[in-house]
């Protein structure tokens, strides 16, 4: 039997990854401390490792593909497929941003002002190039962890990874500016990407993935509309497309069905229903594929 061996990240991630993958149809179990989780896939094997290393596995080919993030891609330069974009995270659908950080009362304005300066940060390599790109000469280690509160008092700035900037603010810290930008990203190896089987159960996990994230954020709506008030109605519908009408046994009503934005529906429902709607069924959505 052909396998597909999947990594999936350990640490952060682990939740909203395992949740993501029960919206997209797959059921993944962790038991306690195994690195092995299981998958009610028979052709898949899953193994744990955390997202800062696994470009490094999928590159060497202990795994076919895995999920990481673009700024541990480009931290250990690894030469692997990028093959979808998947923006979810711990908290939220944000992108995920590295930031240069300083105490709110540093005098470091700009990156220009780093110059000769020492920075804590997890992204080494990364922070390096972007200091060269901007011709600055800063001394960069390695940050073990508590990265916040090193400043002022061990280093004049940290590189540090944030969705909301809470934390950095919780800690009396001021962004300077974004090293880089990243999010989630399914990754290939390139032998497995060659190999047609392998691409085609990837590029097929890869469409039911995207699927489940673009449903979080929309909702079905069902109803029904006395065909005298079908233009009216449909007039108020913000819909990805045309609404899907079917015929009802009663000759003059049809039944309307669409899919909106989430965030819309308390807006919409009223104004569907003022304007002759009738019977508004809301639904939530597993996956939406395009």
């Known amino acids: 039997m052909n396998i597909l061996t999947l990594g999936l990240p ?7 990854t395992i949740n993501l993958f029960g919206k997209a149809g797959y059921k993944i179990v962790v038991s306690g401390r195994s690195y092995v989780p299981s998958i009610d896939d028979p052709e898949i094997e899953c193994l744990m490792f955390r997202a800062q290393e696994m470009a490094r596995y999928v590159e060497r080919g202990v795994l076919d593909t895995g999920l990481t993030g673009k ?9 692997v497929v990028e093959v979808k ?5 711990k908290a939220t659908a944000k992108a995920f941003r590295w930031v240069v950080a300083v105490p709110e009362d540093s005098a470091i304005q700009s990156v220009k002002d780093l110059e000769g300066k020492r920075i804590a940060t997890e992204l080494v390599q990364a922070t390096r190039r972007y200091l060269q790109q901007h011709g600055v000469s800063a001394e960069v280690e390695y940050s073990w962890g508590a990265t916040e509160i090193k ?15 809470a934390s950095l603010r919780a800690h009396r810290l001021r962004i300077v500016d974004t090293v880089v930008e990243s999010n989630t990203k399914l990754i290939a190896n390139r032998q497995a990407w060659a190999d047609p089987w392998k691409r ?5 996990l890869a469409m039911l993935l995207k699927g489940a994230l673009e449903a979080e954020g929309k909702v079905g709506l069902k109803m029904n509309v006395p065909k005298t008030k079908l233009a009216e109605v449909s007039n108020q519908l913000p819909a990805l497309h ?26 919409v429902i ?8 009738e019977g508004i069924i809301e639904y939530p959505l597993n996956s939406v594929i395009y």
């Open 10 to 16: 350990k640490g952060s991630l682990q939740d909203s």
């Open 71 to 79: 700024d541990w891609i480009t931290e250990n330069e690894a030469d």
């Open 85 to 89: 974009d998947l923006v979810y995270s």
């Open 151 to 165: 400043v002022p008092h061990l280093v004049d700035a940290i590189v540090e990874g944030t969705e909301t900037g």
């Open 200 to 204: 085609d159960k990837i590029e097929m």
């Open 242 to 267: 045309t609404p899907t009408i079917s015929n009802q046994a009663d000759a003059e009503w049809v039944a309307v069905e669409v899919i909106i934005d989430k965030r819309e529906v308390r807006d």
């Open 270 to 277: 009223p104004r569907l229903k003022k304007a002759g709607a």
